[in-house]
């Protein structure tokens, strides 16, 4: 399907690996120019080059969203880079249950998942609406809906960034710009491995499988039971993103899009 985004410019945060990545990439599949972003000159490098092999023009933004004016310089790129969609991916997760937690990690959960979000989206928003046509689209996660025990702040952070988008919708009304949100469930991402290698290590979760990292059966079966049966990919982020980056999204507005494979049910 043709998503009719060919020529368009979107600026994706955190884009140097994971998610990120796979969502400039699908984008670049369907014809936009990227912005890569991230803290790694290397890293943001290396996934601009696999970008421009699509055909499309890539560059590359470096900072830390978290630090003073950073976001504001790199929104200010984007719209110089003439970026319509915006993809609000930078958002940084710890582990911190209701003992644990201090709050310092309450702060650094909301510094680097709402904070980010705001300033960056605050400052590329007007040149959206003077163009008269644009995409805000921040990416949330299942604890929005199911809070998660082991990670108490950065979901009370991703439920913030949810009811933000709805906010923002509302207040963009009439302008041609939408404001969404995708929000992962499980998804299989070389940071998600690493928890789960150092929770076996420890002698906690899943254990080891075929190919040396951790079981997906049992990570499902113990940590992520859904209907679908199987973790998510990035892909299935990436593509729920291209959509509403998308003409095709015209008339979808203001809402949380869960791709979760069902595991937070029903609303």
């Known amino acids: 399907m043709d998503l009719r985004l060919a020529g368009q410019g979107a600026l994706v945060t955190g884009s140097s690996s994971g998610i990120g990545a796979t969502i400039a990439g699908m984008l670049a599949d369907e014809g936009c120019d990227v912005l890569v972003h991230g803290r790694s000159a290397g890293a943001a490098a290396a996934v601009a080059e696999q970008v421009a092999a699509r055909g499309v023009r890539a560059e590359v933004v470096l900072g830390d969203l978290t ?75 299942r604890a929005v809906r199911t809070p998660l ?81 199987r973790l998510g990919r990035p892909e299935d982020i990436a593509a729920a993103v291209a959509y509403l980056a998308s003409p095709l999204a015209d008339y979808v507005n203001g809402i949380e899009l869960r791709v979760d494979g069902g595991i937070t049910g029903t609303p």
């Open 67 to 141: 630090e003073p004016g950073v976001a504001e310089q790199v929104a200010l790129t984007a719209r110089d880079f003439g970026a319509r969609i915006l993809v609000n991916n930078a958002g940084p997760f710890a582990e911190h249950d209701w003992e644990s937690s201090r709050p310092a990690d309450w702060r650094a959960a909301f510094e680097g998942n709402v904070l980010p979000t705001v300033r960056v989206s605050q400052t590329l928003l007007p040149s959206l609406r003077a163009y008269g046509w644009g995409r805000v689209i921040t990416i949330g996660s």
């Open 149 to 229: 025990p082991n990670m108490v702040a950065y979901s009370a952070a991703k439920a913030a960034v949810v009811n933000m988008t709805t906010s923002l919708a509302r207040h963009l009304a009439g302008t041609g710009v939408t404001a969404n949100c995708v929000s992962p469930g499980v998804i299989a991402t070389p940071s998600m491995s690493r928890m789960f290698e150092e929770r076996a290590a420890g002698g906690e979760g899943p254990g080891a499988g075929p190919e040396g990292g951790p079981d997906e059966a049992e990570i499902v079966a113990e940590y992520a039971p859904n209907p679908s049966g």
